[in-house]
């Protein structure tokens, strides 16, 4: 996973425990990350888009603020272009059926739980 990881991000060196994350992610295994603000935890979820769009399966990235959804649908668009990035953020829901969704937690939670439910999104 090193190997790939890096190619994804060349001008950016990546920590140990990034590599770690990543290398755990092209496993296959679910992972949890705790690191303080600033320590580089949105590239190991950018390594999680990555992962999944090579496989062919679709992806949500959580944000806790509209803002920041706003922001990291900007980002993820020029990444992975217009067509495979949607964004939901209970005022705004852009490109639903896209590979890479965005979202606030708060339409994530309501969303699994209407799922959860047995309701249709």
Not at 24 to 43: D, S, Y
Not at 49 to 75: C, V, W
Request: aromatic share 8%; net charge negative.
């Amino acid at each position: 996973g090193k190997e790939r990881f890096e190619d994804i991000f060349p001008s950016y060196e990546l920590d140990d425990w990034q590599l770690r994350a990543g290398g755990e992610l092209c496993l296959g295994h679910n992972i949890i990350v705790c690191a303080p603000t600033g320590a580089g935890k949105t590239v190991v979820g950018e390594m999680a888009l990555h992962n999944s769009m090579s496989a062919g399966k679709g992806a949500i990235y959580t944000t806790p603020l509209k803002a920041l959804s706003n922001q990291k649908f900007s980002e993820l668009r020029s990444i992975f272009g217009k067509t495979n990035v949607g964004l939901s953020t209970g005022d705004i829901s852009i490109n639903r059926e896209a590979p890479v969704r965005i979202m606030t937690t708060e339409v994530y939670r309501n969303m699994a739980w209407r799922e959860e439910e047995g309701e249709e999104n």
